[in-house]
């Protein structure tokens, strides 16, 4: 893994970076010559690969980072500026889901995913695009998911969140156009991440065999979470005068046996 010095200087936020999505993208961005501030709760993966990258020659920052505090929030920030300078790029990669029956879920447990998915990344949002307006340029890149187009049964608070995060990246594409800003979203289909890790073998059966029924596990595949991240360093790097609002990345069926 080799990273080069690029001589635009873009340094990039990215939330959620110590497992999955978050990490396979600050390596990507990284190698392509960005600074990569990574933030998460478990600040010390997130050293791990801010580690790895400047090894290899890149420049990366971790900071702890919990989207549910105001002021974690607005300290990871602060911190990631200082070290790195204006902060061009964010992208947001930060979510957790928890499984179950809607009618079986407790509120708490709803709200808790909503205030991190949702009011967590307007937190966020709100402490760094004020800079890039007044910069007159920045991108954001938030995550989505296909289930916010197709929704998976047993995941309601999860597909709740984001479907609010593409009505809330629209919004701020409206607010922020002529700014410089661009705003874009990318929906991944079934990734191989740490989401879904912790959960117990009784959830596992229940959702797998949900999906299954319903015709949700069509392809059989999981993507690695680089093909996700090269998708996300695209739309961070498109030239000038150009954005790309939404993508969506989905797994490649088997090859059909000749």
Not at 85 to 113: H, K, M, N, Q, Y
Request: aromatic fraction near 6%; charge should be negative.
């Amino acid at each position: 893994m080799s990273f080069g010095a690029h001589p635009d200087r873009r340094p990039v936020i990215v939330a959620g970076a110590s497992s999955g999505i978050g990490v396979a993208t600050a390596e990507s961005l990284a190698r392509l010559g960005h600074p990569v501030a990574l933030g998460a709760r478990r600040v010390e993966q997130c050293a791990e690969v801010a580690a790895r990258i400047e090894q290899a020659g890149g420049e990366a920052f971790a900071h702890p980072l919990d989207l549910a505090s105001q002021s974690s929030v607005d300290a990871f920030v602060a911190a990631s500026t200082e070290a790195l300078g204006d902060i061009e790029a964010l992208v947001c990669s930060a979510a957790i889901l928890r499984p179950g029956r809607i009618v079986e879920t407790a509120s708490a447990t709803f709200a808790e995913e909503v205030e991190i998915n949702v009011i967590g990344v307007q937190r966020l949002v709100a402490a760094v695009v004020p800079g890039m307006v007044e910069r007159r340029r920045g991108d954001v890149v938030l995550l989505s998911s296909d289930c916010a187009d197709a929704v998976r049964p047993f995941m309601s608070s999860y597909a709740t969140t984001k479907w609010a995060i593409e009505g809330f990246a629209r919004s701020l594409r409206l607010e922020t156009e002529g700014t410089g800003v661009r705003v874009g979203v990318v929906r991944p289909g079934p990734t191989w991440t740490g989401m879904g890790m912790d959960w117990n073998a009784e959830d596992t059966a229940m959702v797998l065999g949900g999906w299954s029924k319903l015709g949700f596990t069509r392809s059989g595949h999981f993507m690695k979470p680089d093909a996700v991240a090269d998708v996300i360093a695209t739309m961070v790097r498109m030239p000038r005068g150009s954005s790309i609002p939404l993508v969506e990345v989905q797994p490649e069926i088997e090859l059909e046996k000749p």
